[in-house]
Antibody, heavy 119, light 107 residues
Framework: EVQLLESGGGLVQPGGSLRLSCAAS????????MSWVRQAPGKGLEWVST????????YYADSVKGQFTISRDNSKNTLYLQMNSLRAEDTAVYYC????????????WGQGTMVTVSS | EIVLTQSPATMSLSPGERATLSCRAS??????LAWYQQKPGQAPRLLFY???NRATGIPARFSGSGSGTDFTLTISSLEPEDFAVYYC?????????FGGGTKVEIK
């Protein structure tokens, strides 16, 4: 079964850091671009970042550029999102998704992990 | 940035009725447009990619069409499980962008 399972969310104070993980199974992880998409409470979907299959190319939304870092470990079938200098407006459910531009749409989604930035 | 505008924001319909959802792009995305369905508390689910290609397991009552800047998602006869929020998304250029969503609610 194709599956993505996020972890690492939680409550963090403004200015803090958090690293999200996304464990993939059921497909050849190393062949696929992967992405993070977030959704603030009661709001729509916002693309955050995409990484190509090898990890050599990364893309970011302007809203997180210089603040978040996407990476992957193909030996562990795991995608990461390092989030630094967190602000209240980063509060959202963070989804990992298979796909991203040239490699196609977001055809597989994880269940999401909630990140709350609050003092 | 390519802005996707979805209309209407909300539509109130009864089961069995036809739903027509619109997504308009601020510039051409050729056919690189996808549609997603999201129900409360759930992750989005891919319905269509490249404007009209139905994703695996999506019922035939759903159809997607369009190219360039104007796209349509049609649900021919609403089933109870179709009441949800629908998003369009383009992958023609960076940054990838989503529309604001259309909520299909029960009348």
């Amino acid at each position: 079964e194709v599956q993505l399972l996020e972890s690492g969310g939680g409550l963090v104070q403004p200015g803090g850091s958090l690293r999200l993980s996304c464990a993939a199974s059921g497909f050849t992880f190393s062949s696929q671009a992967m992405s993070w998409v977030r959704q603030a409470p009661g709001k729509g979907l916002e693309w955050v970042s995409t990484i190509n299959n090898s990890g050599g190319l990364t893309y970011y939304a302007d809203s997180v550029k210089g603040q978040f870092t996407i990476s992957r470990d193909n030996s562990k079938n795991t995608l990461y999102l390092q989030m630094n200098s967190l602000r209240a407006e980063d509060t959202a459910v963070y989804y990992c998704a298979k796909g991203g531009r040239a490699s196609g749409p977001f055809d597989i989604w994880g269940q999401g992990t909630m990140v709350t930035v609050s003092s | 940035e390519i802005v996707l505008t979805q209309s209407p924001a909300t539509m109130s319909l009864s089961p069995g009725e036809r739903a027509t959802l619109s997504c308009r792009a601020s510039q051409s995305v050729t056919r690189y447009l996808a549609w997603y369905q999201q129900k409360p508390g759930q992750a989005p689910r891919l319905l269509f990619y490249d404007a009209s290609n139905r994703a695996t397991g999506i019922p035939a009552r759903f159809s997607g069409s369009g190219s360039g800047t104007d796209f349509t998602l049609t649900i021919s006869s609403l089933e109870p499980e179709d009441f949800a929020v629908y998003y369009c998304q383009q992958r023609s250029d960076w940054p990838l962008t989503f529309g604001g969503g259309t909520k299909v609610e029960i009348k």
